[in-house]
Every structure is written in structure tokens, then in C-alpha cells.
């Protein structure tokens, strides 16, 4: 099992430029979220996804899309990118029963 | 929001010490979670406790949840380089978990 993977680990953006990160997960969970984690302030939750084709918002989702089609997939969309989401991305699954979550390996975005 | 918060935030000590590192919350978990990060990779589980009250073992580290379940405290006794890393603590608050702002060890050799 690959577990969460991330794509791409690395991304410079310029403002006002959208992209898509990509996750996925082959552990047949129910539950993925996106973290974005920045110094000295842990981790904040974007969204979340409970199962395939329901989606809601977490503690700081403005600026961020995310859809779940797929059991395996939960893509995070930035629509209009500001230095202000300069961040590491985290994507995590886990089960409903527990909510322990397994992450991904990051994805580091820069906005100038 | 409920919010956890950790300290110390940094703590540096020589291989050998004892060290503890506390979380804690105003708010009532269901669950709590504890999680260590080595730069430039996710944060990896390494417990959860349930029950307030409730201590966990994992080799030299020793976790424990307050009998409120408000607040967790981690023990980690003759530190090793090898413990060096970011620790996290989650709380379960219901469909999503709260995590704290983490403490960063680093153990000398």
C-alpha cells in the first residue's frame, strides 16, 4: 500500500494564479481533509470529506475549493492564490471511527 | 473553536533527561491524539488515548489523559537523539480533530 500521496511536493506560484493539489489514498477511508500547517501554529483544518461526494469546510477554508468523487481522491483547488497561503499542505485520511489520521508527505506552496 | 494549547513550544535537552510536554484545553475531548513530525515529512501517530484517566506506554514515552479528558501530558524518560521532532496533540471534536501548535524537541547527543 502507498498510503496518502501527495502531488506535486514542491510549487511556486505567482498571485492571482489558480492550481489544483492532488491526494489520494488506496486504505479504502471514509474520512480525508487537507491541513495547511504554518510555524508555530500546528495544524489548521481546510476541508474535510466524510465519503465520496460529500464535502464541508473546516477552520479556515476561504480561498480553497475541494470536491470528492471518488473514494480514493480529494483534490484541493486554490482559485486565486495570495502570499497568505504560502503553507504546508497536508492531506490525511483516517476511518469514522477513530479519526486517526495517516498524512501525506506534504506539499511546500510558495506565492510571490 | 476549541483550542489546544501545547508547551513548552521548544525544548532542547542532552540525550539522557526526562522531559514532559503538556497539552491542554478549557474544552472536553472525546479522544485524544499524540503525533510526532520529522522536518519535511506528515505527521506520523503514535497514540491515542480514551479514557480520562487513562496512561498509555510506547517504549520510553508515556502518555497520559486527564481524568476530565481536558488536557494530556507526555513523558518521554532518557531521551534519545533519535526523539528529536515536532509533537503534536489532536483533540476528537467531533468529525474533525483540533490540533495544537506542536513543541519542538531536540535532543543532544
Known amino acids: 500500500n502507498a498510503g496518502v500521496t501527495q502531488t506535486p511536493k514542491f510549487q511556486v506560484l505567482k498571485t492571482g494564479q489558480s492550481m489544483t493539489l492532488q491526494c489520494a489514498q488506496d486504505?479504502?477511508?471514509?474520512?480525508m481533509s487537507w491541513y495547511r500547517q504554518d510555524p508555530g501554529m500546528g495544524l489548521r483544518l481546510i476541508h474535510y470529506?466524510?465519503?465520496?461526494?460529500?464535502?464541508d469546510q473546516g477552520e479556515v477554508p476561504n480561498g480553497y475549493n475541494v470536491s470528492r468523487s471518488t473514494t480514493e481522491d480529494f483534490p484541493l483547488r486554490l482559485l486565486s492564490a495570495a502570499p497568505s497561503q504560502t503553507s504546508v499542505y497536508f492531506c490525511?485520511?483516517?476511518?469514522?471511527?477513530?479519526?486517526?489520521?495517516?498524512f501525506g508527505p506534504g506539499t511546500r506552496l510558495t506565492v510571490t | 473553536t476549541q483550542l489546544l494549547e501545547q508547551s513548552p513550544q521548544f525544548l532542547s535537552i542532552q540525550e539522557g533527561e526526562n522531559l514532559t510536554v503538556y497539552c491542554n484545553s478549557s474544552?472536553?475531548?472525546?479522544?485524544l491524539q499524540w503525533y510526532r513530525q520529522e522536518p519535511g515529512e506528515g505527521p506520523v501517530l503514535l497514540v491515542t488515548?480514551?479514557?480520562?484517566?487513562e496512561v498509555k506506554k510506547l517504549k520510553r514515552l508515556t502518555f497520559q489523559f486527564g481524568d476530565a479528558r481536558k488536557d494530556s501530558s507526555l513523558h518521554i524518560t532518557a531521551a534519545q537523539p533519535g526523539d528529536t521532532g515536532l509533537y503534536l496533540c489532536?483533540?476528537?471534536?467531533?468529525?474533525?480533530?483540533?490540533f495544537g501548535g506542536g513543541t519542538r524537541l531536540m535532543v543532544k547527543p
Open positions: 488515548v480514551v479514557t480520562g484517566g
Open positions: 470529506s466524510v465519503g465520496a461526494g460529500i464535502t
Open positions: 490525511a485520511s483516517s476511518t469514522p471511527v477513530t479519526y486517526e489520521q495517516y
Open positions: 489532536a483533540g476528537d471534536a467531533g468529525n474533525m480533530l483540533t
Open positions: 486504505m479504502n477511508h471514509e474520512y
Open positions: 474544552s472536553v475531548f472525546s479522544s
